[in-house]
C-alpha cells in the first residue's frame, strides 16, 4: 500500500479548510487532516483532531516573546495546547510514516516536519513574508505552493522563493453558472475576520437606497429603529457563497483567498475591502488587484458619503479581468503535482 499524506490545516478562517478538502478529496493517496476543529463532514480522510494552542481567542501568528528563536512565529512557553499538539503530530508521523506533509499553514509545524524526516510542500500565502521564520520554512520545504496567481505575488519576493513555488492559483468553488445580474450589492464577510457592523450596513443601504444590499457572514450590532432600510438583507452564515454571488453587480469582500478566489471564478467586479492581516496578506493582494485593474479597492470600511463614488468606480470595471486570473479545475491540477511528487518521493525512499 502506498504511504499517505498528512495536510495540515490552519485554524484561522475558513479558507484553509476549504482548500485542503478541495485538494485533498482528489489525492490518489489516503489524505489525513490534521488540525483543531476540522469538520468531519465531507473530509477527504481521516482527522486528526489536535488541541488549541492559542494564548486568547484571537491569534495573530505571533507570541511577541523577546526570548523566542529567530526561525520561529509563535513558541509560547509553558503553554500545554502547544506541547500536546506538536507531540502528536509527532506521534502520528512516527505511526503512520507519511511520504509528505502539507503545511498550510505552520512555520513550526512545517520544521517540526523536516526534523522528523518528513519531506513538506508549504503553503505560501500572499503578502511579504521575507521574514527569517518564513524564509526558513520555505528553505526547509520540497516546494511551496502558492494558492493565487503569480501576477498577486509581492515584488519582495526572492527570486530562489519564486522559483521554488508551484502557482496553484486560486483553489475556490468552480464556478456556477452566472444567470443573470441584478444590479443587487453582495456584501462578503469571511469567518477569519471580525464580521460586519450593523450601523455600518445600514448607512451603506442608506447611501444607494435604489441598489438592494445582499449580506453574507456574521453581522454583529443593535438593529436601528424603527427597522432597517427595505434594500437592506442579512443572510447569516451561508454555505453556497457563489449561488449567492451569481446575481450581483458588484461584490463588496476582504482581500481574503476565498472571496477573491469565488469573485474571480465567477468574474464579478469587485470592490475590495482588505482587513489587517499579518505580513500584508490582504492589503498587498488587494493592491496588486487594483494595479492590474481587477478590483477598485479601499482601506477600511468607506464613510457613508463614500459609497456612491467607490460603487460607481467599481461597476466601471472590466469584470474580464479579474476573471482571466482564475484557472479552471485548480484544485485537480494541484492534487495531480502533488501525487506526482509524492510518487517521486515513495518511489526514491524504496530504492
Known amino acids: 500500500m502506498s504511504r499517505g499524506i498528512g495536510y495540515y490545516v490552519h485554524h484561522q478562517g475558513a479558507g484553509h479548510a476549504e482548500r485542503a478538502r478541495r485538494i485533498g478529496e482528489r489525492l490518489t493517496r489516503r489524505c489525513t487532516l490534521i488540525g483543531t476543529g476540522l469538520d468531519q463532514v465531507g473530509a477527504p480522510g481521516p482527522i486528526l483532531d489536535l488541541p488549541d494552542d492559542r494564548m486568547t481567542d484571537a491569534f495573530d501568528g505571533t507570541d511577541g516573546a523577546a526570548e523566542r528563536p529567530a526561525c520561529l512565529h509563535y513558541a509560547p512557553l509553558d503553554h500545554a495546547g ?152 442579512l443572510h447569516g452564515w451561508v454555505e453556497d457563497v457563489a449561488r449567492h454571488l ?35 496578506e490582504q492589503t498587498e493582494k488587494a493592491a496588486a488587484l487594483a494595479r492590474l485593474g481587477a478590483a477598485v479597492t479601499h482601506e477600511g470600511w468607506p464613510e457613508a458619503r463614500s459609497w456612491p463614488d467607490l460603487v460607481a468606480r467599481a461597476l466601471a470595471l472590466d469584470p474580464a479581468i479579474i476573471r482571466a486570473l482564475a484557472r479552471p479545475d485548480t484544485a485537480r491540477r494541484v492534487a495531480v503535482e502533488i501525487d506526482a511528487i509524492a510518487d517521486r518521493l515513495d518511489g526514491r525512499a524504496r530504492r
Open 82 to 233: 502547544v506541547r500536546t499538539r506538536m507531540a502528536e503530530i509527532a506521534a502520528w508521523i512516527a505511526r503512520t510514516d507519511p511520504v509528505l506533509m502539507i503545511v498550510d499553514v505552520s512555520v513550526e509545524v512545517a520544521l517540526l516536519a523536516r526534523l522528523l524526516s518528513v519531506p513538506t510542500l508549504t503553503v505560501r500565502l500572499a503578502g511579504t513574508r521575507t521574514d527569517t521564520p518564513h524564509l526558513e520554512a520555505f528553505r526547509a520545504a520540497t516546494r511551496l505552493i502558492a494558492p493565487f496567481p503569480e501576477a498577486l505575488d509581492s515584488d519582495a519576493t526572492p527570486d530562489w522563493v519564486r522559483s521554488k513555488t508551484l502557482y496553484a492559483g486560486f483553489v475556490g468553488a468552480p464556478a456556477v453558472s452566472d444567470g443573470a445580474e441584478d444590479g443587487r450589492i453582495v456584501v462578503v464577510f469571511g469567518r477569519g475576520g471580525e464580521g460586519g457592523r450593523l450601523d455600518d450596513l445600514v448607512a451603506a443601504a442608506r447611501a444607494l437606497p435604489e441598489r438592494p444590499w445582499h449580506v453574507l457572514g456574521p453581522v454583529h450590532g443593535p438593529t436601528p429603529r424603527p427597522a432597517l432600510p427595505p434594500n437592506l438583507h
Open 246 to 280: 451569481a446575481p450581483a453587480a458588484l461584490v463588496i469582500g476582504g482581500g481574503g483567498d476565498g472571496v477573491v478566489a469565488a469573485v474571480a471564478s465567477l468574474g464579478k467586479r469587485f470592490l475590495c475591502l482588505p482587513e489587517p492581516r499579518p505580513f500584508g
